[in-house]
């Protein structure tokens, strides 16, 4: 009888949610095991489908996800067994940092830079709120200990840092875009140009840089099909949900329509 941690390894087998889905496992397990509690790190949104996944195939096991604040992209999973009756924390904390805007105009990699330079995990850290002149970063509790301690600059720009609160973090509002095109195909490198503005060539250049992903796995071939519901995100310029696949015009191309979030 194949188990549910053979289950899940196979089908994640080969991709980038492979090393993912086999950590959530084990905390997914070590729950059930305990009758308590695990928490994750900080997942991606590709991250917190595989722990959706994960809780799906073990019946004693539910998951709940925290990033912070409301609608945080980068979150947090706890795995609980269904007779833990305690209150699990996601141990979540804000640290901010800020700068002089007048000398230094940082963005969200400059500060991503910074931390990766001072050899934070990215699990560790979530979303990264940038402004002018401060930056507020999510963290786990231990990480923003050290980040408090430890963090004096990001590039040339001298920073100070501080502990900050969650709840004034505003709940994330996105602009989305509709966007209704038609495409020859629906090749990867078509609908990502008709969702971005972008040219066709220029698209297939961004996918040989590595720059997109299809439902937060990278893109590998321009040529890889797209379907209804799937998502795409591009370094620098966000992402565009295909919402609909209307069908074929009398030219022979296909309508589409796309949310692109902004």
């Not at 095991?33 to 539910?62: H, Q, W």
């Not at 709940?64 to 979150?75: I, L």
């Not at 379907?227 to 620098?236: C, T």
Request: charge should be positive; charged fraction near 30%.
């Amino acid at each position: 009888m194949t188990t549910a941690r053979e289950k899940i390894a196979r089908f994640y087998r080969g991709t980038e949610g492979e090393a993912v889905a086999v950590r959530l496992v084990d905390l997914a397990e070590q729950a059930a095991r305990t009758g308590k509690f695990r928490c994750s790190g900080f997942l991606d949104p590709y991250g917190i489908e595989i722990a959706e996944t994960v809780a799906a195939n073990y019946g004693d096991i539910s998951v709940s996800f925290d990033g912070g604040y409301s609608g945080a992209e980068r979150q947090r999973a706890i795995f609980a067994h269904r007779d833990f009756g305690g209150s699990p924390s996601f141990d979540i904390s804000v640290v901010r940092a800020e700068w002089n805007a007048e000398f230094a105009h940082l963005a969200h990699r400059d500060v991503l830079g910074a931390l990766m330079g001072l050899g934070v995990e990215r699990d560790t850290i979530g979303d990264i709120l940038v402004a002018a002149g401060s930056a507020r970063v999510l963290a786990d509790k231990k990480m923003a200990a050290f980040l408090l301690s430890e963090w004096k600059e990001i590039g040339a720009a001298a920073v100070r840092v501080e502990a900050d609160s969650a709840e004034s973090i505003a709940p994330r509002e996105e602009r989305v875009k509709e966007i209704r095109a038609t495409v020859a195909s629906l090749r990867a490198d078509s609908v990502a140009a008709a969702g971005f503005g972008i040219s066709r060539s220029r698209a297939a250049s961004d996918i040989e840089a590595e720059k997109l992903k299809l439902n937060w796995q990278s893109v590998k071939n321009a040529a890889q099909t797209v379907k209804e519901g799937d998502v795409l995100s591009m370094r620098g310029r966000g992402r565009v949900e295909v919402a609909e696949v209307r069908g074929k015009t009398k030219k022979g191309r296909i309508g589409i329509s796309l949310r692109r979030y902004l």
